[in-house]
């Protein structure tokens, strides 16, 4: 589990993050939802470590995060799987090498062992003939591919998405999102995903976190989301016509 | 104030590149890679500019000789002399901070903006030994190229005296074999291995450490240059100071 207490995040001056807790099971889909700038990378990165926040705790399973060595931190990290808002690919490889690179640096595998696994997980991310390529050479969908592979070829026990669907079409959005599902599931590793989407609401949803202006707005399931009255959260999910059917005609089901 | 911790960064960066080793299989083929973009890659234009660098010293060299009473072989002692004291070590050593100095920071800067460094990171990797050590590694072979500089300076010495005729074959080669002192050249690989190490991690620090986007890579490599430069100049006259006086 991963719990988060009261973290306070500034960028000289200007508060992003103003005092979020909560908390992440294992097992589950965890989403973090809101508006653009709405804080969601902030408090992903801050969730790792890679930005220092003024205040509050983040603990790894009872391990209070900044309370670690920096080699603790190494160990912990070598567990973490992420994809970047913009995939965050080396550049220098190809998109195999990308993959296969945590395995070349955090197990004893056979290069024949590393390339079956290589292959396994870009088959499961819908890619089976872009091993050759190099990033640039990709189109953007296909990186943010490459950089969930990347994130879960060594079974991490901790999988962080930022947006891991976001400029990709409706049908491999639902396959990428149905593949961190069943992952999450399989191995039983706790999952946060950064999300704006709201098919990823619906189709994944166990546990979302609705962030506004720095602050935790609301949290909830995917099964509450459209029954609460949140005034923030209402006006953030129904913006869309679609939605607004949608919540229609689930309120005229239920009657 | 923003200068002193500059310098303790700087400092820490350097004791953390040192740190947690990435595994060698890996790293061994990026000291590679390293090697033939540092070194390799720079042999071309080093060669090009020692020849005619060499040449251009003789002939001033030859031009203000002009007292009949003074040797000809002069002109080769005195190319000698300013190639392997100052122009192979330093001279090069600069050209260097704009060539390797800019591929460093830019291409580090690069990897900090697309927040590849974060992906390192977050993988438990330490990025610091992972981008810095092999270019430190791949660097401690700059004493081949200064003496390669060396020898085609004075070569390209040669050829500019001999072909404009301002000293005969055996003149030149009696005065670049005079008065040698070996611990001159001793002097000259002490400066070329410390310059080394700058040209490694100056760059490095500028790409590691900046923030912002693709602007901000092109003003680090600019900033990059210009403190490799001036590092370089100021230890060139300390080490001067302490080892030849
Ligand atoms: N490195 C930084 N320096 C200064 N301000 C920052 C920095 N990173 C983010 N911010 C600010 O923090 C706020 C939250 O940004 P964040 O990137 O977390 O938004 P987000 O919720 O991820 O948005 P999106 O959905 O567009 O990705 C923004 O106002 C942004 O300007
Ligand atoms: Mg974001």
């Given amino acids: 589990m991963i719990d988060v207490k009261n973290i306070h995040k500034s960028f000289s001056g200007v508060e992003v993050l103003k005092g979020i807790s909560t908390t992440f099971e294992k097992g589950k889909t965890n989403l973090i939802i809101g508006q653009s700038g709405s804080g969601k990378t902030v408090f992903m990165k801050c969730l790792l470590g890679l930005f220092d926040y003024e205040e509050g705790t983040i603990s790894y399973d009872g391990k209070i995060f900044s309370n670690l060595t920096e080699d603790?931190?190494?160990?912990?990290?070598?567990?973490?799987?992420?994809?970047?808002?913009?995939?965050?690919?080396?550049?220098?490889?190809?998109?195999?090498?990308?993959v296969m690179f945590p395995l070349k640096m955090f197990t004893k595998q056979s290069k024949s062992e590393m390339e079956d696994r290589v292959d396994f997980v870009l088959k499961r991310v819908n890619l089976i003939d872009a091993h050759n390529?190099?990033?640039?050479?990709?189109?953007?969908?296909?990186?943010?591919?490459?950089?969930?592979?990347?994130?879960?070829?060594?079974k991490p026990k901790y999988l962080f998405c930022d947006e891991p669907n976001s400029g990709l079409d409706p049908k491999t959005a639902i396959i990428i999102d149905n593949l961190i599902q069943e992952i999450t599931d399989e191995y039983q590793i706790i999952t946060v995903i950064n999300s704006h989407d709201m098919n990823s609401v619906m189709e994944i949803g166990e546990k979302i976190v609705f962030l506004k202006d720095g602050l935790k707005a609301w949290e909830g399931s995917k099964d509450n989301i459209f029954k609460t009255d949140n005034?923030?959260?209402?006006?953030?999910?129904?913006?869309?016509?679609?939605?607004?059917?949608?919540?229609?005609m689930y309120i005229e089901e239920k009657k | 104030m923003i200068y002193?911790?500059?310098?303790?960064?700087?400092?820490?960066?350097?004791?953390?590149?040192?740190?947690?080793?990435?595994?060698?299989?890996?790293?061994?083929?990026?000291?590679?890679?390293?090697?033939?973009?540092?070194?390799?890659?720079?042999?071309?234009?080093?060669?090009?500019?020692?020849?005619?660098v060499g040449g251009v010293v003789t002939i001033q060299t030859a031009l203000n000789l002009d007292n009949p009473f003074?040797?000809?072989?002069?002109?080769?002692?005195?190319?000698?002399?300013?190639?392997?004291?100052?122009?192979a070590p330093t001279f090069i050593s600069i050209i260097?901070?704009?060539?390797?100095?800019?591929?460093?920071?830019?291409?580090?800067?690069?990897?900090?903006?697309?927040?590849?460094?974060?992906?390192?990171?977050?993988?438990?990797?330490?990025?610091?030994?992972?981008?810095?050590?092999?270019?430190?590694?791949?660097?401690?072979?700059?004493?081949?190229?200064?003496?390669?500089?060396?020898?085609?300076?004075?070569?390209?010495?040669?050829?500019?005296?001999?072909?404009?005729g301002f000293a005969t074959l055996e003149?030149?080669?009696?005065?670049?074999?005079?008065?040698?002192?070996?611990?001159?050249?001793?002097?000259?690989?002490?400066?070329?291995?410390?310059f080394a190490f700058i040209l490694a991690t100056i760059p490095s620090y500028h790409g590691f450490y900046m923030k912002g986007g693709a602007l901000e890579v092109g003003k680090a490599s600019t900033a990059s240059f210009v403190w490799t430069s001036v590092v370089i100049i100021l230890l060139n006259y300390i080490l001067t100071q302490m080892l030849l006086s």
């Fill in chain 2, 4 to 52: 002193l911790q500059n310098i303790g960064t700087y400092f820490l960066m350097i004791v953390e590149m040192f740190r947690k080793p990435t595994k060698w299989c890996a790293m061994r083929q990026l000291i590679l890679k390293d090697m033939d973009d540092l070194i390799i890659g720079s042999l071309g234009i080093v060669a090009f500019i020692s020849f005619f």
């Fill in chain 1, 133 to 154: 390529k190099m990033p640039s050479e990709a189109s953007g969908g296909m990186q943010k591919r490459v950089a969930i592979a990347r994130a879960i070829v060594n």
């Fill in chain 1, 72 to 98: 603790e931190k190494r160990n912990l990290r070598a567990e973490i799987g992420m994809v970047f808002q913009g995939s965050a690919l080396f550049d220098s490889m190809t998109i195999a090498e990308n």
């Fill in chain 2, 171 to 194: 003149e030149y080669i009696t005065g670049i074999q005079s008065e040698f002192t070996p611990f001159h050249v001793t002097y000259a690989f002490i400066k070329t291995f410390v």
């Fill in chain 1, 231 to 248: 005034k923030a959260v209402t006006d953030f999910v129904y913006s869309s016509e679609l939605m607004k059917k949608v919540r229609q």
């Fill in chain 2, 70 to 87: 003074l040797p000809k072989s002069l002109i080769g002692f005195a190319t000698r002399q300013s190639i392997i004291l100052e122009f």
């Fill in chain 2, 96 to 164: 260097m901070a704009g060539k390797v100095g800019s591929f460093i920071t830019s291409s580090i800067g690069t990897m900090r903006v697309t927040e590849q460094i974060d992906a390192l990171e977050v993988m438990g990797i330490n990025s610091l030994n992972y981008l810095v050590f092999p270019k430190f590694i791949a660097l401690t072979l700059y004493p081949f190229v200064i003496s390669i500089a060396m020898f085609l300076g004075i070569y390209g010495g040669l050829i500019a005296c001999v072909y404009g």
